[in-house]
């Protein structure tokens, strides 16, 4: 059982920026594992926001966050990251990071797709 725990939550302003953290539990086999990050906000489901292939030279992103938001990860580290740029209102939601094993490239974008996730961290950007 693969172990995530999030970190870098906070509370900002509209336009400022964050940077997200999910350290991971599993080592070296950190490297094998495709990752996401994904959102909540009161009353909604839980959205994708954006995914990363285990080798890290694939990406992808929702079109609300594409161009704010970078994904990407260190593997060394075992540690994935989400850049946040340009904050919104409609970015307040619990973030959520999410691990599965991929194959070579390949990165997911929804809920059912991934075994493992962290605990949330909150992120709240006033106007």
């Known amino acids: 059982q693969v172990q995530l725990v999030e970190s870098g939550g906070g509370l900002v302003q509209a336009g400022d920026s964050l940077r997200l953290s999910c350290a991971a539990s599993?080592?070296?086999?950190?490297?094998?594992?495709?990752m996401g990050w994904f959102r909540q906000a009161p009353g909604k489901e839980r959205e994708f926001v954006a995914a990363?292939?285990?080798?890290?030279?694939?990406?992808s992103y929702a079109d609300s966050v594409k161009g704010r938001f970078t994904i990407s990860r260190d593997n060394a580290k075992s540690t994935l990251y989400l850049q946040m740029n340009s904050l919104n209102p409609e970015d307040t939601a619990v973030y959520y990071c999410?691990?599965?094993?991929?194959?070579?490239?390949?990165?997911?974008?929804?809920?059912?797709?991934?075994?493992?996730w962290g605990q949330g961290t909150q992120v709240t950007v006033s106007s």
């Open positions: 990363i292939s285990w080798s890290g030279d694939t990406t």
């Open positions: 599993i080592g070296r086999m950190f490297s094998s594992y495709a």
């Open positions: 999410a691990a599965t094993l991929g194959g070579y490239g390949t990165y997911y974008e929804t809920v059912y797709e991934y075994k493992s």
